[in-house]
């Protein structure tokens, strides 16, 4: 929650954001810099709450480092997470006053978020921030519809490999990748039990598909054949 984290205050400048990893960071780098607006920036420790479901929706939110998950708790008890927010992501865009899903904190993690009001202004008052918002907008409802057909269309091994393709996308260095997220959030973003994500992940490994280095390092040996899986 905002209230127990500690934070600074910055004034955004364009040449002050760090660079992002993708054109939606880029555009909402490109805002706070053209508007000159105040951003606070928070961190939050290992599964700190950052939000929490029908909360207020008064902020947007940019992870600068570590990472996030916004997720839903069914009424069994299950949970389903919606989205991993990685360094340069934007999250808390809502179309209603709340927040759909909750936030938390995966690692140790530091984001930036700007007062939603505040951006509000600002695009009524210039089209261009107007024009930046909509894209990131209509990017995070991309996402969501990929994930909505992904659930829906594909089976685990498929799921798996477009799972791990994103990610290397997302995350890879010099062709390694080090997720920051466990099997079981895994799991519960993919619609699988830990014990699916985990026999997939061994019969990719056996197949010479993908390599382990540690728990959460992974190095894709056959990105062809993950394609295919994906297709």
């Not at 990131?136 to 996402?143: F, Q, V």
């Amino acid at each position: 929650m905002l209230t127990s984290a500690p934070t600074t205050i910055t004034r955004i400048a364009a040449n002050k954001i760090a660079p992002a990893p993708n054109h939606v960071s880029d555009q909402f780098a490109g805002i706070t810099g053209h508007v000159g607006l105040v951003a606070s920036e928070f961190t939050y420790k290992k599964d700190e709450e950052i939000f929490g479901e029908d909360e207020p929706a008064e902020y947007v939110y940019q992870v600068t480092s570590g990472a996030v998950r916004s997720y839903k708790l069914l009424s069994d008890g299950r949970r389903q997470i919606g989205a991993f927010h990685l360094p340069g992501d934007v999250f808390g865009l809502e179309a209603s006053s709340v927040h759909r899903l909750a936030a938390e904190a995966i690692v140790d993690t530091t984001v930036r978020l700007i007062k939603r009001n505040s951006l509000e202004k600002a695009a009524s008052a210039d089209v261009s921030v107007a024009r930046k918002l909509w894209i990131m907008t209509a990017g995070e409802l991309k996402r969501a519809e990929n994930h909505m057909l992904l659930l829906g269309r594909k089976n685990a091994l498929e799921r798996i490999a477009n799972f791990l393709l994103d990610m290397d996308r997302r995350l890879s260095v010099t062709g390694m990748m080090a997720l920051p997220m466990c099997r079981r959030d895994i799991g519960d973003y993919l619609g699988l039990t830990l014990e699916t994500v985990s026999r997939a992940l061994s019969r990719l490994h056996v197949q010479g598909v993908l390599d382990f280095s540690g728990a959460r390092q992974i190095e894709l040996r056959n990105r062809d054949r993950l394609r295919k899986m994906d297709a």
